[in-house]
């Protein structure tokens, strides 16, 4: 089985940062991209950003320049670095990792969530 825990919303005001980080464990043979969603109230859920495993990332394009993804595959943890964070950044933030679990099929996983609350 694989898990995944995230840690670090929370409520912030404008313009101040966050650090999301997420940590997959259990039978994991290799990991190939982890990333960030985003699910606001009324709205769908939506790609934040993401890293591959050879580190090629991808932005949503309302947060290009403000939110920096990173992974650390000796650990199994992807974080994300959120500055300058807008009312419009609330949501509830889901880790997401595509995987090789020690089975004989690729997987995709989803974290359980974590709010991030931004207060004009």
């Known amino acids: 089985q694989v898990q995944l825990v995230e840690s670090g919303g929370g409520l912030v005001q404008a313009g101040e940062s966050l650090r999301l980080s997420c940590a997959a464990s259990g039978s994991i043979k290799r990991i190939f991209v982890m990333g960030w969603y985003r699910q606001a109230p009324g709205k769908q859920r939506e790609l934040v950003a993401s890293?591959?495993?050879?580190?090629?990332?991808n932005y949503a394009s309302s947060v290009k320049g403000r939110f920096t993804i990173s992974r650390d595959d000796a650990k199994n943890t992807v974080s994300m670095q959120m500055n300058t964070l807008k009312p419009e950044d609330t949501a509830v933030y889901y880790c997401?990792?595509?995987?090789?679990?020690?089975?004989?099929?690729?997987?995709?996983?989803w974290g359980k969530g974590t709010l991030v609350t931004v207060s004009s």
């Open positions: 997401n990792v595509v995987l090789q679990p020690m089975g004989p099929y690729p997987g995709d996983y």
């Open positions: 890293i591959t495993s050879g580190s090629s990332t």
